[in-house]
């Protein structure tokens, strides 16, 4: 920031015929803009419907841009504050070490989210025996977990728009952290379940909500990095917990309860963490509270935030939100080609998360702390996939002048390949003679490709759409989840009627007929994407930039 600016903020007059200029004292140190001329972009059509300001008169939309034009008057218009270039107070413009400290501990949510699923089976044994249930009573409550995931951020995803990313933070590890306890304390089946769905209600903004927070602090070519980890956190991070908790397990004065109160003590640290380090990166919201407290310094009520006037009513954001799932996948072909195949990788993902104790057992013998020692895997092939994103970004910096978006693609035509190969392998070594390691290879090469094809998913989709890729990426998380909802409840009766080999070897052959998805959209994207009007706007605003 200018010294010499510190204490003033010079303001143009409204009227449009006016040339007065006049100093307004002991304001923030902010740009003051009028409303005069204001052309906003990146304003969903679906809202402004809904969406009104004060002395608006008109709203003319084309692909997805909003002009607007504003009556003027010179008592009364607003106001608009932004920030200064360079301003600290922007979430841009933090200093490199703030953003990795809130970056990792954003990816460290990520993590307690991600190792909750696996965790949780690994105490199967002694809980079917202490509340009186089934194996697949206990199986719901994984898939439950993952029902949570998918539907709730369908309506509290919008809560940020109002009250920002900080107290979402708050409020999710308070929910995960009581539900740990509920778990716990839990003396029927029933109650376990139900706290499981909340509890993945709870969790599911640790999942949706980081890549928002890594989009507000890092630039769009420096965000490679921080979604690798993000990538790794959600990937890798299911194998952590399992790691201990397996050995929890077996310990007879422990067991299922005690994995419950390790993970609370765990998520309690991370509370204490959030004050400390996660600021508000949402930088509409900082601005709103700037202008607040500018009127109270000031008296003028006219200073003001974009965000206040263009803001839609809660329940509008929740209605479009819910909504749009289905409207994306009926209107826009690439979305609906990557739900699918999304979709089927990360249920056989949860598939594998089920089955590794029963495959394990049954055909090497293993007792619970060797099988969560196993999920070591889930880490390695998530490090794997870590190390070869470098190249990946490579690839995307030298050709995405001549490719596109479908840049983001090569790596993942490769793990089209990978996913069936670690499945065929799987498969064929769930015999007693074949060595416990091949089952391991297996289970890495596919976690590999699962890695690769996640983050590929939400760099694309971000870069296809632009402004409108919190919706796609809504669309995609609610089919992926609804995938991990419902593949763990047939997981079970799947083997035992089709056998380890067979049923793996399924999975293997659906991959092998969906593998040409990535090489479509390598080869036909620019194509494919002209037909979507969301993806179109974004690469007409892309040539315009380009002139």
């Known amino acids: 920031m200018k010294n010499d600016q510190r204490n003033k903020t010079t303001v143009a007059s409204l009227s449009p015929g006016a040339s007065t200029i006049f100093v307004e004292p002991e304001v923030e140190d902010v740009i003051v803009k009028s409303a005069e001329g204001v052309r906003e972009s990146n304003i969903d059509p679906m809202l402004l419907s809904s969406s009104k300001r004060p002395n608006s008169k008109e709203y003319n939309v084309k692909e997805g841009v909003a002009e607007i034009e504003v009556e003027s008057t010179e008592q009364h218009d607003p106001l608009y504050i932004e920030f200064e270039q360079g301003d ?42 202490d509340l009186n249930c089934t194996e697949f009573q206990a199986t ?187 409207r994306d996948h009926s209107s826009r072909h690439i979305l609906s080609f990557l739900q699918i195949w999304i979709g089927f990788v990360w249920g056989v993902f949860y598939c594998l998360i089920e089955s590794v104790g029963s495959v394990f057992r049954t055909v090497h013998g293993f007792n619970t702390g060797q099988v969560g020692t196993i999920f070591v895997t889930f880490v390695i092939g998530s490090l794997l996939g870590f190390s070869t994103n470098f190249f990946q970004e490579h690839l995307y910096r030298k050709n995405y002048r001549t490719r596109g978006p479908e840049a983001r693609l090569y790596l993942t035509c490769c793990a089209a390949i990978l996913v069936p190969c670690g499945m065929f392998i799987y498969a064929w070594s769930t015999f007693t003679h074949v060595p416990w390691i091949a089952l391991t290879i297996g289970m890495t090469v596919f976690l590999y490709g699962t890695f690769i094809i996640y983050l590929a998913v939400f760099t694309y989709l971000a870069d296809c759409y632009g402004p409108f890729a919190s919706s796609a990426l809504a669309g995609q998380s609610l089919c992926r989840n609804l995938a991990a909802t419902v593949f763990p409840l047939f997981t079970q009766q799947m083997y035992a009627k089709l056998s380890y080999k067979w049923a793996n070897t399924l999975f293997g052959c659906i991959a092998c007929v969906l593998m040409p998805i990535p090489f479509i959209l390598f080869f036909n994207g620019p194509r494919i994407r002209s037909r979507s009007k969301f993806s179109r706007a974004v690469m007409q605003s892309l040539q315009l930039e380009g002139k």
């Open 88 to 129: 600290l107070r922007n979430p841009i413009n933090f200093s490199s070490s703030k953003k990795w400290a809130i970056t990792a501990l954003a990816c460290f949510s990520t993590l307690l989210a991600s190792s909750n699923a696996s965790t949780y089976n690994l105490g199967f044994d002694s809980m079917m025996v």
């Open 140 to 326: 719901v409550g994984l898939s439950l977990y993952a029902l949570g995931f998918g539907i709730v951020p369908l309506v509290t995803a919008s809560f940020s728009e109002e009250v920002g990313r900080q107290p979402l933070y708050y409020i999710s590890a308070t929910g995960v952290l009581l539900m740990y306890i509920a778990i716990a304390l839990a003396h029927n089946i029933q109650t376990v379940l139900i706290a499981r769905f909340i509890q993945g209600a709870f969790g599911s903004t640790w999942a949706t909500m980081v890549g928002g927070t890594i989009a507000d602090i890092w630039q769009s070519y420096e965000r490679g990095l921080p979604m690798s980890f993000f990538a790794v956190a959600a990937v890798g991070g299911t194998g952590f917990g399992p790691i201990y908790a397996g050995w929890v397990e077996m310990n007879p004065r422990l067991q299922w309860r005690w994995i419950q109160w390790i993970q609370m003590i765990i998520t309690g640290f991370y509370l204490v963490l959030v004050p400390l380090i996660m600021n508000e990166t949402r930088s509409s919201i900082i601005l709103m509270r700037i202008a607040k407290r500018m009127r109270k310094e000031t008296g003028n009520p006219r200073y003001r935030a974009r965000i206040e006037d263009e803001s839609v009513k809660l329940s509008t954001l929740i209605w479009v939100s819910c909504t749009r799932p289905i």
